[in-house]
């Protein structure tokens, strides 16, 4: 797949949605100093999470975004890859709706997450290095329930609390910004899922919402098909399942 052409940085009219990509479950071994004291169930949960580390997982997916604000809408379908090696390329197959959105909302998110992908992910990670954690307890569902506590005001932590099953596996990161993008967008509160695909636990889909002085409240989600996880098909991996 070719990889999408340099453009100009763009100012997105939804700033703050561009830099929940930076969400990753990496995460790497603590110091007990992390965990905050809690419900054992949920801190038995979180230590088995931090002792899973694993770099980002090559990847390709189909993905779906669609964004709303100011009575416009608009989508895209892009099919994108990732590596190591090589970052993250996306290729726009299919899209409707606003101009403005696709232009300044749409892509300016994928272009974010090129650049995110080039300088490295260290500063967003689910680590100790980024934020405390308190375990909480379980929920309705039975999974675990973690607070999460940033370690600083940045615009690629979340205050909020991660959703694990009781083995450790990432389910759920739901969330405010732990700081505003800017003075014209606020209240940025986001829910990313993840499930397990090829044995790992990969994000499948993203919801944002935020406030924008002036002009109201705004939306995207974005839903992730994969055809490809670690140099394996989805498929041929479900089929050896």
């Known amino acids: 797949m070719s990889r999408a052409r340099p453009r100009p940085r763009r100012r997105s009219v939804l700033p703050g ?6 969400l990753t479950a990496d995460a790497s071994p603590s110091p007990d100093t992390a ?7 949920a801190a038995h949960a979180l230590q088995q999470f931090l002792a899973r580390f694993s770099a980002a997982h090559q990847h390709s997916a189909s993905r779906r975004l669609e964004a709303s604000g100011s009575g416009q809408r608009a989508w895209l379908d892009v099919e994108t890859e990732f590596s190591a090696g090589t970052g993250f390329s996306y290729e726009v197959v299919a ?9 300044r909302v749409l892509r300016s998110l994928l272009d974010e997450e090129q650049r995110i992908a080039a300088r490295g992910r260290a500063g967003a990670t689910l680590s100790p290095g980024n934020y405390r954690f308190v375990p909480e307890g379980l929920t309705g569902e039975g999974l675990a329930a973690v607070n999460l ?14 959703v694990l099953t009781l083995d450790g596996e990432l389910v759920r990161i739901e969330g405010r910004l732990a700081k505003n993008p800017s003075f014209w967008v606020t209240r940025v509160d986001i829910v990313r899922s993840y499930r397990r695909i090829n044995g790992v636990p990969m994000p499948v889909s993203l919801e944002t919402t935020a406030r924008l002085r002036l002009m109201g409240s705004s939306a995207l989600r974005m839903t992730y098909d994969y055809s490809r996880v670690d140099d394996r098909l989805v498929e041929e991996a479900a089929d050896a399942d």
């Open 35 to 41: 965990i905050l004291s809690g419900d054992p169930r």
């Open 149 to 162: 506590q940033p370690l600083r005001r940045d615009r690629s932590l979340v205050a909020g609390r991660m």
């Open 17 to 22: 949605l561009c830099l929940v990509f930076a």
């Open 95 to 103: 899209e409707g709706g606003s101009r403005f959105i696709r232009a």
